[in-house]
């Protein structure tokens, strides 16, 4: 039996064969799963219902388990009527959670077509679709090293 927090085997066996620079999409239940991701990537459906599971509970599963050097989220385009809006407040929760990371992580926000590029990468290791309906709660991470004090 594990102990870890992520116990999830298909998601434990892709970070397993994943290495440095490898990209993990978590991504709420509005991502397009189906046509935006890498040709290398596993898909793995967490959306059971609307709302669960959601990408903040996702992220600190895996934020446990590996190590990671970035976290990016989807960046809200100009031109898109939720910028009025200001930012998203799901990014508070993400801020809390990747500021407890060792070592503490920020969030970098990544404009919505680049970050399709980004997920679109050979590097795409992992899809995580969730059920969270929140707006813009979109994360990409880049896994990091794993050194000798770990």
Avoid at 29 to 54: D, Q
Avoid at 76 to 81: C, T
Avoid at 132 to 144: C, E, P, S
């Amino acid at each position: 039996m594990l102990k870890s927090q992520l116990i999830h085997p298909e998601i434990l066996a892709t970070l397993a064969r994943s290495g440095h620079h490898g990209k993990i999409l978590i991504a709420d239940g509005n991502y397009p799963v189906s046509s935006k991701r890498g040709p290398n990537a596993v898909l793995v459906h967490l959306n059971l219902a609307p709302g669960i599971t959601t990408v903040a509970q996702v992220l600190r599963a895996i934020l446990d388990a590996v190590p990671v050097d970035h976290v990016q989220v989807m960046g809200i385009p100009s031109d898109d009527p939720y910028t009025q809006q200001g930012e998203p407040p799901v990014w508070a929760e993400f801020r809390e959670i990747v500021s407890r990371a060792q070592p503490p992580l920020t969030l970098e926000p990544v404009l919505k077509w680049d970050f399709y590029r980004a997920v679109e990468s050979p590097d795409h290791v992992l899809t995580v679709q969730t059920g969270d309906q929140a707006l813009w709660a979109n994360v990409l991470l880049t896994l990091g090293c794993r050194t000798r004090d770990q």
